[in-house]
């Protein structure tokens, strides 16, 4: 009854109300991690859809926050204060009610990535995963737009 | 239609939030079992499995097969794949937000080469 699928490397803990995604990545950790916490490098790869970040603000201490707006969301950006700011290897940070982690540990070739999402209920895991329900739902609808525009 | 699948969600996470009733829902996942088959490796009275099977049963996380005289639990596929779905998504988003870190790592290292 596991959700862990190993090779797509996204594992649902239910008993720990988490929510895990690991990834192999062929660089170092020291940088892995400054893509997670530099301003120009984070508002690259953060938007799903791939567009850079209308907004990207990080204050990279215990205690500062960040906000991450992407071109479909301006006005909800994804924002937070960061908890633990300890390179290359841990990046942990309160948002939308949930605290996220940032793993990163030394791998033969690279990186070993783990972000985890720990809810504080389950009820708070799924009314946490349903807002990224409805973020992607409108992603989708947004890339539907796109496309159709171009065609 | 909508409230009903929601209230079935929130029977799903009410039901998996109890260790014993995890514990019950991996043991089926390996074969069906009868109560008194459960009772042993859990070390549980009777009435207080069927209590959880009960929960399990209503949040549409197991059936009740019928074989002779015994009357066998087993998961249900369907509920499992609506916990599935539900959380698909979100899963998406972050694998192509993964994806993007991915591509953005080789493109700066390219540029330092």
New interface residues.
């Given amino acids: 009854?596991?959700?862990t699928t190993a090779e797509?490397g996204?594992s649902?803990d239910?008993?720990a109300n988490t929510?895990r995604?690991k990834?192999r990545?062929?660089?170092a950790p020291d940088?892995?991690f400054a893509?997670w916490t530099q301003a120009e490098?984070v508002s690259?790869?953060?938007?799903?859809?791939?567009e850079p970040l209308t907004e990207c603000q990080i204050d990279l201490r215990p205690g500062g926050a960040f906000s991450f707006a992407t071109e479909a969301h301006t006005d909800r950006p994804f924002a937070g204060v960061y908890r633990e700011v300890s390179p290359p290897s841990r990046l942990v940070f309160d948002a939308m009610g949930s605290v996220g982690r940032v793993l990163l540990s030394e791998a033969p070739e690279g990186t070993l990535?783990t972000?985890e999402i720990e809810c504080a209920?389950?009820?708070h895991?799924?009314q946490f995963?349903?807002m990224?329900?409805a973020?992607?739902?409108a992603?989708?609808l947004d890339n539907l737009v796109t496309y159709a525009g171009e065609a | 239609m909508v409230i009903e699948q929601a209230q079935q969600?929130?029977r799903a996470?009410?039901a998996?939030?109890d260790?014993t009733r995890?514990a019950i829902?991996?043991r089926?996942?390996e074969s069906p079992a009868t109560v008194s088959e459960l009772m042993d490796p859990f070390a549980l009275s009777q009435p207080t499995i069927s209590k959880h099977l009960k929960v399990l049963e209503q949040a549409g996380l197991i059936e009740t097969g019928r074989e002779a005289q015994k009357r066998p639990r087993r998961?249900s596929p369907t509920s499992?794949m609506d916990?599935?779905d539900?959380?698909e998504?979100?899963?998406?988003?972050?694998?192509?937000?993964?994806d993007?870190?991915?591509?953005?790592?080789?493109s700066?290292?390219k540029q330092e080469q």
Wanted: proline fraction near 5%.
């Fill in positions: 009854m596991s959700a797509a996204f649902l239910r008993a929510i995604f990834r990545l062929a660089a940088v892995v893509m490098h690259r790869w953060w938007d799903p859809t791939g990535l972000v209920s389950p009820e895991l799924e995963v349903q990224g329900v973020v992607g739902t992603q989708t | 969600l929130d996470f009410f998996l939030s260790p995890r829902l991996l089926l996942s998961l499992m916990l599935a539900w959380i998504p979100f899963r998406r988003q972050w694998d192509a937000r993964l993007n870190l991915e591509a953005h790592l080789e700066v290292k």
